[in-house]
């Protein structure tokens, strides 16, 4: 009966010992690269060094697994020396190109061998071999997928650091089952992430701490109310004043409620819920802080919302934060529908670091770099005299909301003692200035002195004419369109103060 070959190609030597007794317990013979096979040597384990299989004696400036014999030994469905298990961990893009380590992982998978690439990995082969004496093979078939995707994800990074070129791989590793997709038919769904990722925020390092399996939904409308967090810390960090309490209360990953407080962050709850108290119900908070038991039981109930609308409770379906305490946890976790989540990089949340972002379409996908404008009023076109500094939250949180949210297009947001007060969208700016008007009165808003901003330019004076009457003190609006000067003049005759951002930089998201 033939050999039954392992073949250890791998420079990371912690348990090859064990490994390596396992194989040869069971009568395997192991073939290995130069350290690998003088570890094994050193262990007691009969070992082939890789030159010596090959019966190579010249020095070739390639890695020696490429050798003909070795890629026979692989593929061959018959003959007398087969290997039948691949250990390779290719070395990490920081230290270069393997070509060889991908390509070896490779030609297992076609002979249809067991390729493994990873130490946790190996650790469950051995332990079927020691107990079964050989691989099975839904195994086998997993970590033949899994040593694809590794060699796909490689290569995927090298065309990325290649630079901007037609030509695109996306590679990702599921992460979390997740309940459904948008709609419960819509199965089965998960989240997937991109082993290139260094983000602190990337979806799978959040840490849920309680609460049901979340759907794509949930996922997708945390991601988005993260971002509108992301976005207004960014912008309190370029102003260079410091970043205060933030609560985003959002719907659908849009901001229905969105508050910032220098001292009180319980204050900055009540007010963030308080936005839109119908619209937050069911929804999502994310906050740039540690909640405690005292903030969980504002999430929780609220009595003035029994007195207006006949039930105290929130039904919050999303909270997260960079810490929660023990007693905030307990409290927020006794809903199962509700998802707790933790992420230390809340606390001071970046914007994303990745060069693209992408949307799926109908037999593709949309390229483009990750929408990352700041708010800077050193770079707007201000009005006279400039802002006030009293005006300068109710602005940013107004602008973080327009540019972060969809609730149609052409988004319009009011804010007013640095709470969200009013936000709309629509086909046209002027009906999104009257939904978000109409949406601020219907709670009892007043919008005298208060703040707006829009993430389209104003093409005519109707949305303009809203804000000013609805009394609106100041605000931020892209420049451009065909009547940008009447639209100044109006400003300026009606007293608002209102700085232009440039043009190329509109708030439009999530098309």
């Not at 493994?116 to 990995?121: G, I, L, S």
């Not at 007010?271 to 903030?295: K, M, Q, S, T, Y």
């Not at 609308?309 to 999303?318: A, E, H, V």
Request: hydrophobic letters at 45%.
């Amino acid at each position: 009966m033939p050999d039954r070959i392992a073949l250890f190609s791998v420079s990371d030597l912690r348990e090859i010992a064990g490994f390596g007794a396992v194989f040869d317990g069971m009568g395997w013979k192991i073939v290995a690269t130069r350290d690998a096979c003088a570890a094994l040597r050193a262990a007691g384990i009969p070992a082939v060094r890789i030159d010596e299989f090959t019966g190579t004696t010249e020095q070739y400036p390639f890695p020696p697994t490429l050798h003909p014999r070795v890629e026979e030994a692989l593929t061959a469905p018959e003959g007398k020396e087969r290997i039948e298990l691949v250990y390779d961990i290719p070395y990490p893009l920081e230290r270069g190109n393997d070509v060889g380590g991908m390509t070896l992982l490779a030609l297992a998978v076609k002979g249809g061998r067991t390729a493994v690439a990873a130490r946790e990995d190996m650790a469950r082969v051995a332990a079927m071999i020691r107990e079964r004496g050989a691989v099975p093979d839904d195994e086998r078939r997993r970590l033949a997928a899994k040593a694809l995707h590794l060699i796909g994800a490689h290569y995927a990074a090298l065309l990325d650091r290649a630079g901007p070129s037609p030509y695109d791989l996306l590679a990702g590793i599921e992460r979390t089952r997740l309940a459904h997709g948008e709609n419960p038919y819509q199965e089965p769904s998960a989240l997937f992430a991109d082993p290139r990722s260094g983000d602190p925020l990337a979806l799978h390092r959040y840490e849920q701490l309680s609460g049901e399996p979340p759907c794509f939904t949930n996922m997708a409308d945390l991601d988005s109310a993260a971002a509108t967090l992301c976005l207004l810390s960014a912008a309190y960090r370029k102003l260079g004043v410091g970043c205060p309490y933030i609560v985003v209360a959002a719907k659908h990953g849009n901001a229905c409620g969105l508050s910032v407080d220098r001292s009180d962050p319980l204050a900055a709850i009540e007010r963030a819920l308080w936005g839109d108290p119908l619209a937050i119900w069911g929804g999502e908070v994310v906050v740039n802080f540690e909640l405690g038991a005292a903030h969980a039981e504002l999430l929780l109930r609220s009595a003035r919302r029994d007195e207006r609308f006949g039930s105290p409770g929130w039904m919050l379906d999303i909270v997260a934060a960079p810490a929660v305490s023990p007693g905030a946890a307990a409290a927020l976790g006794q809903r199962k529908r509700r998802k707790l989540f933790r992420n230390p990089a809340l606390a001071d949340p970046p914007l994303p670091t990745e060069r693209w972002s992408y949307r799926g379409v109908r037999g593709g996908f949309l390229r483009q770099p990750p929408p990352t404008y700041v708010l800077d009023f050193a770079g707007l076109d201000l009005p006279p005299g400039g802002f006030g500094a009293s005006s300068t939250d109710d602005l940013l949180v107004a602008w973080a909301a327009a540019y972060t949210s969809i609730h149609g297009g052409n988004e319009v947001a009011l804010a007013s003692s640095g709470t969200l007060v009013g936000v709309g969208g629509g086909p046209s700016t002027v009906g999104a200035a009257e939904t978000a008007v109409g949406r601020a009165r219907a709670h009892g808003h007043d919008l005298r002195a208060a703040a707006f901003a829009a993430d389209a330019f104003f093409p005519y004076l109707d949305a303009p004419r809203v804000l000013a009457d609805a009394g609106c003190a100041c605000g931020l609006v892209p420049a451009g369109g065909k009547s940008e000067g009447e639209v100044r003049s109006f400003f300026a005759g009606r007293g608002l103060k209102v700085g232009f951002i440039p043009e190329r930089y509109r708030g439009f998201c999530r098309h």
